[in-house]
Structure formats: structure tokens, C-alpha cells
């Protein structure tokens, strides 16, 4: 006895060669020949468009942003950085 099996996806049909149930499709090699082909679900559209920043509404509190410094400096130097700055007169570096 031959067993004609017949793939729902590509509607091929082949003679078995055995009892046992094929892997994938003799045509189309599909792994789910005996699955009917399923709806895809439609997917979200993509935009190439940079996103726009968001409406702030008038009167609406605004975030602000604080930068934190610390108070102790962690540089090795920090010391002779400070005394030199303080017998220039100094304040920062770049300041004279």
C-alpha cells in the first residue's frame, strides 16, 4: 500500500516512503505542509521620520535639569591644583 501525502501550502502531493509521516514537503520543503496557512497580523507601520518632541502645554511646570558638582575633588593634586590657583588670584584655570 502507498501513502500519497499532499502539502497544504504548495498543494504538491508525493508517494511516501514509509509509514511514518514526512518532515517537509517533497516540493516546496516546507517544515508545515500540514498546517493551512495562516492570517499574519498586519505589522506597525515604520516611520523614517525623526520623532517630534512632545507638546508642553502653557503654564506647565518645567524640568530642571541641575548639575550635580562635588565637593570634594578626587584628583590626585587636587591640593597643589588649589594652592596654585589661590596665589594667582584664580579662580579657574582659564581665568586670570
Do not use: Q
Not at 24 to 31: D, E, N
Not at 50 to 79: D, L, M, Q, R, Y
Amino acid at each position: 500500500m502507498v501513502i500519497i501525502w499532499e502539502c497544504k501550502r504548495c498543494e504538491g502531493e508525493w508517494a511516501g516512503r514509509g509509514g511514518e509521516k514526512p518532515l517537509r514537503c517533497a516540493r516546496c520543503g516546507s517544515p508545515y505542509w500540514d498546517r493551512e496557512r495562516g492570517v499574519k497580523a498586519k505589522a506597525a507601520p515604520v516611520s523614517n521620520k525623526a520623532e517630534k518632541p512632545a507638546k508642553v502645554k502653557k503654564g506647565a511646570p518645567v524640568p530642571v535639569i541641575k548639575e550635580e558638582t562635588p565637593e570634594k575633588s578626587t584628583h590626585p593634586k587636587a591640593a597643589v591644583i588649589a594652592a596654585f590657583k589661590s596665589a594667582l588670584g584664580m579662580t579657574t584655570l582659564g581665568e586670570g
